[in-house]
């Protein structure tokens, strides 16, 4: 007979909407199903990939972090596409959600730190679509809670017992629970787990099996990649398997998760990827500044989304190759770069 108690009692609720959980034998059921371990080719394009994979009211989440490795150009697709009612997950969502909220993808979202884009100040977008009633914030969680919620849907658990979120108001907009702990008595908060419908990932380097490189810090994207239930890789450049096999320590997501792989170079463009090139500010102030009102979305949308049929279109358009070897020379670039929140920090 064990000496805990023998069962926990729910002492609290969160008022936030559940997204993204599912029954965990039921997903395990899903991936069975839809999955397989064999070394399949996964290579294909983007359009197809959107297309196949991601489908209107999905829960999304993004890899990477705020205005870093992000797949751009996998978010420009799904606003070409027109996607709808996607509901987002913005564990550290920045440049990403709110070009997506002005693209008319976004109904719904769970956020932890949004609608702002760091040191360049608010998402003037996002925060009007939240304002208007266009998008719904249903919950909110912190960075780490989100963090763990798809350690969660990794695991195949339904949820994460953790001790950081008592007693805040983040608890108070989350889906989260406070229970009694069985073996103590005292309170514990449990973070419901989270299966992403799809998630993107943008990688330096992978194999045409989706066996991916990421070198650096990793922020989310090990438990995301393993959490998602499908699971679009862009990458900057398609290696041989043999490449991979020669450092098996840099391959952080396994082939066999992975629905596709695209390769798209520079294609987490206007964010930093690490090593391979800087921010383009550029790109990233015009969207600041034409975003604050509806019709400057509007024209950003019609110049640089739909006014052009894929990223390397798109690529042309704000510089094509030349702009992205000066965005590799980081030094000079900041050198030459103007951009007010740069000569703020100067002052």
Same mark, same amino acid.
């Given at each position: 007979m064990s000496k805990g108690r023998s069962a926990m009692k729910v002492l609290d609720e969160g008022e936030g909407e559940l997204v993204g959980w599912y029954d965990p034998d039921e997903n395990r059921e899903w991936i069975a199903r839809n999955k397989t371990p064999a070394l399949v080719d996964k290579r294909m394009d983007l359009a197809s990939a959107v297309s196949k994979f991601v489908k209107d009211g999905d829960i999304l989440g993004m890899g990477g972090f705020g205005h870093i490795r992000v797949s751009f150009a996998g978010i420009y697709e799904m606003i070409r596409q027109?996607?709808?009612?996607? +509901?987002?997950?913005?564990? +550290?969502a920045a440049h990403d959600m709110d070009v997506l909220?002005?693209?008319? $993808?976004?109904?719904?979202?769970?956020?932890?730190?949004?609608?702002?884009?760091?040191?360049?100040?608010?998402?003037? $977008?996002?925060?009007?679509? /939240?304002? =208007?009633? +266009?998008?719904?914030?249903?919950?909110? &969680? =912190?960075?780490?809670?989100?963090?763990?919620?798809?350690?969660?849907?990794?695991?195949?658990?339904?949820?994460?017992? $953790?001790?950081?979120?008592?007693? =805040?108001?983040?608890?108070?907009?989350? =889906?989260?629970? /406070?229970?009694?702990?069985?073996? +103590?008595?005292?309170?514990?908060c449990l973070l419901p787990s989270c299966n992403p419908d799809v998630v993107f990932i943008h990688v330096p380097r992978a194999d045409c099996f989706g066996n991916c490189q990421i070198d650096g810090i990793l922020i989310e994207d090990f438990e995301l990649a393993r959490a998602a239930r499908r699971l679009i890789i862009t990458t900057?450049?398609?290696?041989?398997?043999?490449?991979?096999?020669?450092?098996?320590?840099?391959?952080?997501?396994?082939?066999? &998760?992975?629905?596709?792989?695209?390769? /798209?170079?520079y294609g987490a463009h206007p964010t930093l990827m690490p090593d391979l090139y800087y921010f383009d500010e550029e790109v990233i102030g015009t969207w600041l500044e034409m975003s604050k009102t509806e019709e400057g979305t509007l024209q950003w949308m019609d110049k640089y989304v739909y006014g052009t049929s894929n990223f390397q279109e798109y690529l042309q358009l704000v510089g094509g190759e030349e702009k992205m070897k000066y965005l590799y020379d980081v030094e000079h670039y900041e050198a030459e770069l103007k951009a007010p929140w740069l000569d703020k920090k100067k002052k």
């Open positions: 027109k996607k709808r009612n996607i +509901t987002m997950l913005g564990k +550290t909220i002005g693209g008319g $993808c976004v109904s719904k979202a769970e956020v932890a730190y949004s609608f702002a884009h760091e040191l360049r100040g608010l998402s003037a $977008c996002g925060r009007r679509a /939240v304002e =208007s009633g +266009t998008v719904k914030v249903v919950a909110e &969680i =912190s960075n780490g809670g989100f963090q763990w919620r798809f350690l969660g849907g990794m695991m195949g658990v339904p949820f994460i017992p $953790c001790r950081m979120m008592l007693g =805040s108001d983040t608890f108070r907009k989350s =889906s989260a629970k /406070v229970v009694e702990d069985p073996f +103590t008595g005292k309170p514990i900057e450049k398609i290696i041989h398997n043999e490449d991979i096999r020669k450092h098996p320590d840099l391959t952080k997501i396994p082939g066999f &998760i992975v629905d596709a792989v695209v390769e /798209v170079k």
